[in-house]
Each structure stands twice: as structure tokens, then as C-alpha cells.
């Protein structure tokens, strides 16, 4: 617990940040009597972990957020996903990464002059992480950046420095994960929890080299984008034969185990009663405790029912429970039910489909006093809302439920992890890495890693095969993404892999639509009778675009005016 506290700590002292390469005053402090014991660089690198993704920059808007994708929108547009984000004046995610990767910088300078370098092997291994961390987060957002491996002073040339190719960013991030991994932990004990282990090196590991190998095998360069795939297939497997995580299934919770991993608390917040020590597919994650560290962002508020006005090209990537999408091969699934009814587009489909979403006349809770669930048993049916008419007619009309509570707690003091890397990402990342370095899976590989996590929920749903793809007209590359999109929704990976695959522009400048405004639907929601359609659908969002320079975030202009020879991002040149 004292670990924690000081994790916390650390974490919001980690928050302040200047400019990019800057010196900053704050690490002159670290020096003096800093350095001269083990505990020493254990206290400096409880720090870093306060940098990684949470709730508050995923689930809410942030770089990698879904609300910047095509998958949903809401009453106001992001600018970002409309295509109409401009050159910022200043741009925290460049600044604050230089920020940390001087402070990574720091203790790794230190260590090389630190007599017992056993003893802080660990945390050089985490330094080098988060300095593998910080750098992807450059790479994605801006491609190019400057490498800097130790800390600047005020004549140091990187401050002047021309930013390196994006290729030369990988190889040091890929080179600081496999030096981190070795030096790692298998296995944390329980006043740990939370930290790095080597799994959560080789597992991020699996995530950078599939990003930018697929980035780079479709911007035509075949060679490199092959080799990146190796070795995230690689570092996959490595975290699967590992055999330390396993995907979370209850059978008590059958069905909806899904649903409930993501709310897992220390209290009770399931109907099985299990808590986070029953989660053994969380790699590497935030923790989050209701009184020591609550999420800090309403998270159930913010993504119950209509808030999120999710879209309908994603609810379609939905199977049927035969394996099939609901169009394929010039044909209408026979299990697809259509649109006459407000609920028959879910039957016979993926069972994520009823954990990520509520339906009409379904009964739900939230964290409310009078709304919410307290003995987790039938008696719990008096408290609950329904989905009637007066709430599916907003939005979109599909209703999220995915991160949102059923039990009673004050708005943002929700106590569940937020994953940074869980295994079901390690075994897609597998499949689709293997598949784009040879153009090819074998069945064996499939059900290794994807068909373990497609059947998690869908125990009778036929496994993606070989046969299957090609008995029924399908793509493999598109299976392989559909079960990636599904399984990841509202978790910060999709407009990234529209990025990495280069069909941004074709997906993003699309409509965003609501539900299909046919049969019941024209009675419960009659008011959608003035909305403007295509195909029947309600448009919610239109007007989107898509411009080659999105790929890449522009530089921000104040640090251009410090560093001129930085050179801004193709497309954003003013």
C-alpha cells in the first residue's frame, strides 16, 4: 500500500510540463543528495508511471480516443475526426513527451555512474520503457522526431536539431523494449501491482512494431514493413507462450463477462461478486482505487446510454452467431433479423454486441442513488431504468454501456483499472502481424490467438478458419480487423489503426449514421421524421473530411519559432 501512495504521488508531480527540449529547473532538484542508493532510483521512476494512457485521455477525447475515429461522435463535432483541426499555438502531447523522455534521460545517466548496477537494473528497465513509451507517442502523432538519449544542456545540438526519420524512432524504441524486457519482473507481488513486468515490455513491444510495420508496408515500403512484422509476432508470442495471462471469463457471469471485466472493482460490482485479483488479462494498467485514486473523469456519466452517439458502420461490424456478417458475398446473412422491429438487428449476433450495447425496453443501471444495483439479485429490477422510448430517440439511437457502473458511487470516483495493454490486444496483435508478414494464417495460429478471443463470449459461434473465409467470400484481412475493432471499441485504438492501414481516408470522411428509421422505429421515435437520411439511416454527423496531412498531427507553431530546422509535418506549412 505505502508503494501505491508513493505511485500516486509521483504521478502528480509528473504532470507539470514546458517546453519540448527545454532544460527544466524541476530536475535540478532530483540531483544534490538524489542517486546514492537503489530506493533512490526506485522513488525517480515510480514517476514515469503517471504518464500512460487512463480514462481521462481515452474514454474522454485525447489523440488515441475512439471520438476522433469513425466509430461515434456526439452533439458537438471534434474537430479532429471533422476534419478541421488546425496548427496549435503550443500542443501539450509534444512538449509533455519531451518532458518525460528527459526525465527517463536522467535516471538512465545516473545509473551509468552508479556503483551496483544489479541492484537498479529494474529501474533502468523502466526507464527505458517509458522512454520507448514516450517516443511511440511521438511517432504516431508526428512521425519525425528528434532522439535525444541523455539530458540536454543549454548548448547541447538536439535543440537545434533537424528531427530524425521515423524509421530511426522505431529502431530505439524497439531497442529500449528488448534491453527493458530482460530486466524485468515475471511476476509482481501484490504490493507491485501495476508495474512493468517482462510481458508488458514484449506485449508493447508486439504493439509498436505492428504499428509502424503495417504503417510502412502500406506506404509501399514491403521490406521494412515485414521485418517490423516479425518481430511483432514475435513478441507476441513470447507474451502467449509465456502462459501468465488469460483472457477473463466467469462462468457464473457466462455471457456478460465481457461487460463486467471492465468494471471490476474491489467492492462489489458484479453479479458474480469477483473482484480485480480475478482479472488475469490486464498486462499493464492504471490502477484506480475509489478513495486513493478514483478515475477522475465520469466515466460511467459520460458513456451511459446516448452521451456517446455511436455509429452505425460500427454496430454492422457485428457478426451473426453463425460467423458471418450480416451482408456477405452479394447475400443477406439467414440469421440477420433487419430492421422491422427497434430490436431484431440483435438477435443471432455477437454476444458483445448485447455487452457493449443496451437495447430498446432493456432494463439497465447506472451509479445513481435510485438507479443503480444493491443486492445483485432480482430484487435490483425496482431500481432499474428502462430503455423506452423517451431515451432511445437520442443520439444516434444505439446505446453504449461499455465503462459505465452499475453500483452506487459519486460521479468520477468509479475505483476499476484502466488496461494500458490486456492480453486479448497481444493475441489480435498475433494474428494480424502474422497474416500481413506472410499474406497467409494457418488455422493453428488463428486458434491460438483470435478465435480465443472471438469464442470468449460466443462459445457456439464457428471459429474464423481458412474454410470459412473462403466457402463464404470473405477476406481475411478484413475478418482479422473487424474482430480487432470489436474487441477494442471505446478502448483508443481505432482511428490509430485507420492511420497504420492507410484507409483513413476512405473511412473517416464517411457520415456518421444513427439507426435505421424503419417498421417500429418510425412510431417510438416519430420525431426523427424531420431528420435528414441516407438509406433510411438518420444522418448524425455529415460534412466530414479527410485530407492526406491528417495522418499526422502538425507541429505546434511555438515550438517551430524555437527550433526552426524541426520542419513542420507535409500539408500544414503555412
Known amino acids: ?9 509521483m504521478a502528480v508531480l509528473g504532470l507539470s510540463a514546458t517546453s519540448c527540449l527545454d532544460l527544466e529547473s524541476q530536475d535540478q532538484l532530483a540531483d544534490g543528495n538524489m542517486w546514492n ?34 466509430l461515434m461522435t456526439s452533439n458537438s463535432f471534434n474537430e479532429y475526426s471533422h476534419g478541421n483541426n488546425s496548427v496549435p499555438t503550443s500542443d501539450g502531447n509534444y512538449t509533455g513527451a519531451y518532458n518525460h523522455i528527459r526525465r527517463t534521460n536522467l535516471l538512465l545517466q545516473k545509473a551509468a555512474g552508479y556503483s551496483g548496477n544489479e541492484s537498479i537494473a529494474r529501474y533502468v528497465a523502466e526507464a527505458k520503457f517509458f522512454r520507448a513509451y514516450c517516443y511511440f507517442e511521438l511517432l504516431q502523432l508526428y512521425g519525425n522526431a528528434v532522439i535525444t538519449t541523455s539530458p540536454l544542456d543549454i548548448d547541447s545540438p538536439e535543440l537545434t536539431a533537424k528531427r530524425n526519420d521515423r524509421s530511426e524512432v522505431a529502431d530505439l524504441i524497439i531497442q529500449d523494449l528488448q534491453e527493458a524486457a530482460p530486466d524485468l519482473p515475471e511476476t509482481l507481488n501484490t504490493d507491485e501491482e501495476g508495474k512493468l513486468t517482462k510481458d508488458a515490455a514484449y506485449a508493447f513491444l508486439s504493439r509498436v512494431a505492428l504499428y509502424e510495420g503495417t504503417w510502412q508496408k502500406f506506404r509501399n515500403n514491403e521490406t521494412r514493413g515485414k521485418e517490423l512484422l516479425d518481430i511483432a509476432a514475435k513478441a507476441a508470442k513470447k507474451v502467449i507462450d509465456g502462459k501468465r495471462y488469460k483472457l477473463f471469463y466467469s462462468s457464473t457471469l457466462g455471457d456478460y463477462s465481457y461487460k463486467y471485466m471492465f468494471i471490476l ?25 475509489e478513495t486513493l485514486s478514483p478515475v477522475g473523469t465520469n466515466v460511467t456519466q459520460g458513456c451511459l446510454a446516448n452521451v456517446q452517439y455511436i455509429n452505425r458502420k460500427f454496430v454492422n461490424m457485428y457478426l451473426c452467431s453463425n ?17 422491422e422491429t427497434a430490436t431484431s ?45 423517451s431515451r432511445i430517440g437520442k443520439g444516434s439511437g444505439y446505446q453504449n454501456q461499455k465503462w459505465a457502473t452499475e453500483r452506487k458511487v459519486k460521479d468520477a470516483m468509479e475505483g476499476y483499472d484502466y488496461p494500458i495493454i490486456r492480453y486479448a490486444e497481444v493475441l489480435l496483435n498475433y494474428a494480424e502481424a ?51 475493432t470489436v474487441e477494442l471499441y471505446n478502448e483508443g485504438f481505432r482511428i490509430d ?12 470522411p464517411m457520415n456518421i449514421l444513427g439507426i435505421k428509421w424503419v417498421g417500429e422505429f418510425q412510431t417510438i421515435w416519430s420525431s426523427a421524421s424531420t431528420m435528414q437520411k441516407e438509406d433510411d439511416c438518420l444522418i448524425i454527423e455529415s460534412g466530414r473530411a479527410w485530407a ?5 498531427y502538425p507541429i505546434p507553431s511555438d515550438q517551430l519559432q524555437l527550433n526552426p530546422n524541426l520542419g513542420q509535418n507535409p500539408g500544414w506549412e503555412e
Open 1 to 9: 500500500m505505502k508503494l501505491y501512495k508513493k505511485i500516486v504521488l
Open 37 to 70: 542508493t537503489a530506493s533512490d532510483f526506485e522513488y525517480f521512476a515510480n514517476n514515469f508511471y503517471g504518464w500512460t494512457r487512463d480514462f481521462t485521455s481515452t474514454v474522454s477525447d485525447g489523440p488515441h480516443s475512439d471520438w476522433r475515429s469513425d
Open 265 to 289: 472493482e474491489n467492492v462489489q460490482s458484479n453479479p458474480a461478486n469477483l473482484t480485480k485479483k480475478d482479472n488475469k488479462e490486464y498486462i499493464f494498467y492504471r490502477r484506480h482505487d
Open 323 to 339: 460467423g458471418l456478417p450480416i451482408e456477405y458475398n452479394g447475400q443477406t446473412n439467414p440469421l440477420f433479423k433487419g430492421y
Open 345 to 389: 438487428e440483435f438477435e443471432n449476433r455477437d454476444n458483445r454486441m448485447k455487452n457493449c450495447l443496451i437495447q430498446y425496453q432493456q432494463k439497465f443501471w447506472n451509479n445513481a442513488d435510485n438507479n443503480c444495483r444493491l443486492t445483485w439479485n432480482d430484487e435490483d429490477e425496482s431500481r432499474a431504468l428502462t430503455m423506452d422510448a
Open 434 to 484: 502474422v497474416y500481413e508478414r506472410d499474406g497467409q494464417i494457418s488455422d493453428e495460429d488463428l486458434d491460438l490467438s483470435l478465435n480465443l478471443v472471438r469464442l470468449r463470449v460466443n462459445s457456439k459461434m464457428p471459429k474464423l478458419s481458412n474454410a470459412l473465409v473462403d466457402a463464404n467470400g470473405l477476406s481475411m484481412r478484413d475478418e482479422i480487423r473487424r474482430e480487432r
Open 497 to 508: 489503426d485507420l492511420k497504420r492501414w492507410k484507409t483513413a481516408e476512405t473511412e473517416m
Open 548 to 552: 492526406s496531412k491528417n495522418y499526422l
